[in-house]
């Protein structure tokens, strides 16, 4: 049975957030028909990873403090994904090769150029697809993480303050 105190409460806040930007970003991608590059892809595992571990520590509480702390990990972890694509998106450091413009492209010969073409789909890094106030998906998404980064610091240091109390 879940017992909804105030820590718990805080819990469920947090993972519903992490569980709304990813029914935010399948609405986006099966519905509307924006597909995302690697690092959008890359961007949703945290937010999967603290849905699991939220729901984990609602149900038992015993590994309160452990599951609370790798939230904080995840969300930290997605925090520096989406700021290493927001990064990406404004030309500041290039991507990765597989989705991004990089210029080794005009190393291959043209066999293994249209090669790489014809067998590799490429949702590229560096273009913004979709805007909302002018920050792009990846953006909103630092800006989120960043926020639940700060959120997800103050329940952990409350679990583990109770807990040495």
């Known amino acids: 049975?879940?017992?909804?105190?105030?820590?718990?409460q805080k819990i469920?806040?947090?993972?519903?957030?992490?569980?709304?930007?990813?029914i935010t970003v399948l609405y986006f991608e099966y519905v509307l028909g924006l597909l995302p590059c690697k690092l959008c892809l890359w961007q949703r595992l945290p937010h999967a990873a603290i849905v699991l571990l939220g729901v984990a520590t609602l149900i038992n509480n015993s590994y309160r403090e452990l599951i609370c702390f790798g939230c904080l990990l995840a969300i930290?972890?997605?925090?520096?994904i989406?700021?290493?694509?927001?990064?990406?998106?404004?030309?500041?450091?290039?991507g990765p090769v597989s989705c991004s413009v990089n210029n080794a492209i005009n190393t291959l010969t043209p066999d293994l150029f249209l090669e790489s073409i014809l067998k590799t789909p490429i949702i590229r890094c560096d273009e913004v697809k979709w805007l909302f106030l002018n920050i792009s998906m990846a953006g909103w998404n630092f800006l989120i993480s960043f926020a639940l980064t700060i959120f997800w610091s103050h329940v952990?240091?409350?679990v583990l303050r109770t807990k040495i109390i």
Not at 1 to 8: A, D, E, P, V
Not at 76 to 80: A, D, K, R, T
Not at 82 to 94: A, D, T
Request: with cysteine; hydrophobic share 50%; aromatic share 10%.
């Open 1 to 8: 049975m879940i017992i909804l105190n105030s820590t718990n």
């Open 12 to 22: 469920l806040g947090l993972l519903l957030c992490s569980a709304s930007l990813l």
């Open 76 to 80: 930290f972890l997605g925090l520096l």
């Open 82 to 94: 989406s700021g290493y694509h927001v990064g990406i998106e404004y030309k500041l450091w290039p």
């Open 156 to 158: 952990t240091l409350n």
